[in-house]
Each structure stands twice: as C-alpha cells, then as structure tokens.
C-alpha cells in the first residue's frame, strides 16, 4: 500500500549544491506533480506531468527541472540550490478520468543553507 | 487577487464540538471543483472531501461535510464532533475547468482540538 513515494524526507544543501528529489507512485496514475509548501501559504505548483512523455511548468518553476521517467517516476531537480529554496516538497499523482482525488507523498523537507 | 480565500489562521475547539473551516473562492468559470485536504503534523496531505460546481447535493463524507453557497462563492467545511485527531492543517483547493488539474490552494486553517 505504498501509493506515491518521495525520497529524501530531509536534506540540507548548501547554496549553490544541486539534488535531486525522487518521487514514484505505484498506482498507475497518468499524471504527477511537484508542489512547494512554504510557511503560512499554500502549496504552490512547480511543474507537472498530464502523462507520460510530456512535462509542463506550472505557477513557480524557475530553478527546477523535472523528469518524468516513465509512467511511475517524476524527479524534480534543483541545478543550483538557492536559500529561496527552502520548503517542504511535495509530490502527487492522479488517474486521469477515475474521479477527482489527488494523492500525495509524505513531504520532503529541504533546507538550503 | 486570492483566488482561494481561508479567513482563519488558526482555530481552537473544544473536543466533541462541530467546526466550521471557511474557504471563499473567486472564479469566472461555470465548472470547477471544490477540495478539502487534512495535512496533520506528520505532513503528508490527506483528501476529505469534493464539491463539484454543478452538483446540486452537498457532499457528504463521513463526520465531513461542505456547506456549498454558490452564489456566494464560499466552500465551508463542517467537521461534526470533533476528535483530537482532527488538530491539523486544512487546506481548501479549487480545479478550474480545463487547467489540467492544477490545483490553486488556500493557505490553510490550523485547526486544534482542546480535551
């Protein structure tokens, strides 16, 4: 019962470091997506996946990248970490046309120092 | 300008009380959908409950319910007799029609439950 998977669930970078954060779902979803979560807002779309093969920005893209790498895994990279970085990332996926819920991974935290 | 609108910041309430979470939203479109999801301590985010803009009914899911006002542009979720597993952030969201599902978020209610 695994649903959407995200790797790592902490990680401190210092400025200008490069990571990237993995995310797999295990539902055979069509579409994924990568969210930040800052303090007091809510979450805000940084690119997504309608399906496999394609990718497209969404509300705050600058200094992302994103892969989706088959149906199951989208990763999201940081090419060079910025303090403005810091927030909690989330992936989620869904089935396209099999109702209207949106699942989500636990969350992973990063701070970049 | 806000497209979802959560008023309360945070919220205390004593334990077997009902709640009311407000979340107003702005939209031009004729078909959207409504979402409320719990994030607890723990972080990851949990859906709750759907309110499709046509729908007549208000939805229903368990001790969940939204108090749709349409005119009104308002999505309330009501939590009746409220648990202490109920303390989290929640967190409306609306779809707006064709936007591939990106979601637009509110910034959250945090919500505490008092024994």
């Known amino acids: 019962n695994a649903g959407v998977t995200q790797t790592p669930k902490f990680q401190v970078l210092k400025t200008g470091q490069s990571m990237t954060l993995q995310c797999a779902q295990d539902m055979n979803h069509n579409s994924m997506y990568w969210y930040r979560q800052d303090p007091g807002m809510g979450l805000r779309l940084i690119y997504y996946s309608a399906s496999e093969g394609t990718t497209d920005k969404g509300e705050v893209p600058n200094g992302y990248n994103v892969s989706r790498l088959n149906k199951r895994e989208f990763s999201l990279r940081l090419e060079s970490a910025a303090p403005s970085q810091t927030s909690v990332y989330f992936c989620?996926?869904?089935?396209?046309?099999?109702?209207?819920?949106?699942?989500f991974g636990e969350g992973s935290w990063l701070t970049v120092v | 300008a806000q497209k979802i609108t959560q008023t309360q910041p945070g919220m205390f309430v004593q334990e077997k009380e009902a709640v009311t979470l407000d979340c107003t939203y702005d939209t031009s479109d004729q078909s959207y959908g409504l979402f409320w999801y719990k994030q607890p301590s723990s972080g990851e985010m949990i859906f709750l409950i759907y309110?499709?803009?046509?729908d007549e009914q208000n939805a229903t899911e368990g001790r969940y319910s939204l108090n749709f006002q349409k005119a009104r542009k308002s999505a309330n979720l009501v939590i009746s007799a409220s648990q202490l597993g109920d303390s989290a952030m929640y967190f409306c969201?609306?779809?707006?029609?064709?936007?591939?599902?990106?979601?637009?978020w509110g910034a959250g209610t945090k919500l505490i439950i008092k024994p």
């Open positions: 989620a996926s869904r089935l396209i046309f099999s109702g209207n819920t949106i699942y």
């Open positions: 309110q499709g803009s046509y």
């Open positions: 969201a609306m779809r707006e029609m064709d936007s591939n599902y990106q979601l637009i």
